[in-house]
């Protein structure tokens, strides 16, 4: 399954306006939160996947500092997938957090990073709570790598 929440359009105009991107994802996140807040998963879930996607424009252009694309990406990561998993939806959960952790190995192959940033960020997303205890009984059935993939 490929996560989409953007449509194109919208995907080319937030990676060349900086600020209405971060306007969108501030937009998305704070509404996410207060749906989950309410147990809204559903209404929770277009506007944590927006601000997951979009968080993770930031990372990929550098156009904000970093350390805050770091944590928006992060924070939007734990918000989408809480949303799949307190729905049922554990497949989709852990696509999310594969996706970002993956993002965040990325990361790490690139010269211009903070690397000690970025491996804490993939320390928590690999020991959060709501998933490190489900996953780990998952991952008998089946290879980390076969579940988190990517593509």
């Known amino acids: 399954m490929k996560l989409s929440f953007l449509c194109d359009a919208h995907r080319q105009e937030l990676t060349t306006n900086v600020t209405k ?27 944590a996947g927006r601000a997951f996607e979009i968080a993770e424009i930031f990372v990929t252009n550098k156009e904000i500092d970093y350390s805050v694309a770091y944590e928006w990406f992060y924070a939007s990561t734990l918000i989408l997938a809480n949303a799949f998993n307190s729905l049922g939806y554990t497949d989709e959960a852990y696509e999310v957090m594969g996706l970002a952790i993956e993002r965040f190995d990325r990361e790490l192959s690139l010269s211009n990073v903070e690397q000690k940033l970025v491996m804490d960020y993939l320390n928590k997303l690999h020991w959060c709570d709501n998933f490190s205890s489900s996953y780990s009984e998952n991952k008998n059935a089946s290879n980390r790598s076969n579940v988190l993939s990517l593509q």
């Open 21 to 47: 991107a971060i306007r969108f994802w501030q937009e998305g996140f704070d509404t996410a939160q207060f749906f989950n807040e309410q147990s809204l998963w559903v209404e929770a879930i277009p506007h």
